[in-house]
């Protein structure tokens, strides 16, 4: 299956800091990347869509200016978490969707998750 | 209302039992459905999809009511290793498949 990998897999920062996140789709090219958050014991939540070269489009609720995304290549999108606080602490995945037309296009190929601890 | 609702759970069942599990979605514009696993803190995983006419994987069913908008997945034969959260899935297609997930439900199979 598609492999979309994560980095870093783990971080625990100071309150104020910022945190990026890497989202990267390693054997295939991804029109589409999505970045979810998941508390404890709840459902995922999609928190943005980023198509490359494009503006991220934001689900209701969640600050555009506090969660950059940045969705530079068909194979990489960054999520940065700015002046993080420890409300922010959860777990953030992305998953990487397929080129249109491409054999992956319907599916979502989920990264391993980044664990975020703001302290 | 949550888009999509599950049972949470827990569903303690020992080692060859049969176990169900529903799930219920509120936006009848969905246009299609997955159940996902996820194991303690760790990512996702696609179960399989979810097709009117049922379908089944090995010891997997999968069953979608859209007049219901009701779905359900039959574990047969439960394993050890069958432990885990089920996560059903709804998908909104609108350019991108946009994925909204139930809470889950959490499956804990014992010997």
């Known amino acids: 299956g598609a492999v979309v990998s994560q980095h870093p897999s783990w971080v625990i920062c100071k309150s104020g800091t910022s945190v990026k996140i890497e989202c990267r789709s390693l054997d295939f090219q991804a029109t589409t990347m999505f970045w979810y958050r998941q508390f404890p014991k709840q459902s995922l939540m999609l928190m943005a869509t980023s198509n490359e070269g494009s503006k991220a489009t934001y689900e209701q609720g969640v600050e555009k200016d506090k969660f950059l995304i940045n969705h530079a290549s068909l194979t990489l999108s960054t999520l940065t978490v700015t002046s993080a606080h420890p409300e922010d602490s959860s777990f953030y995945i992305c998953s990487a969707q397929g080129l249109a037309g491409g054999p992956r296009q319907e599916t979502q190929y989920f990264g391993p998750g980044t664990r975020l601890l703001v302290l | 209302r949550k888009e999509v609702e599950q049972d949470p759970g827990p569903f303690n069942v020992p080692e060859g039992a049969t176990v169900a599990f529903n799930c219920t979605y509120s936006n009848s514009a969905s246009q299609s459905f997955f159940w996902y696993r996820q194991d303690c803190r760790k990512e996702p995983k696609l179960l399989m999809s979810v097709y009117s006419s ?6 997997f069913t999968a069953q979608l009511n859209r ?8 574990i047969r034969d439960s394993k050890l290793s069958d432990s885990a959260t089920y996560l059903c899935v709804g998908s909104f297609s609108g350019g991108y498949n946009k994925l909204i997930f139930g809470a889950g439900t959490r499956l804990a199979v014992h010997p």
């Open chain 2, 54 to 59: 049922g379908n089944e994987d090995g010891r």
């Open chain 2, 67 to 74: 007049a219901s908008q009701y779905i359900s997945l039959l």
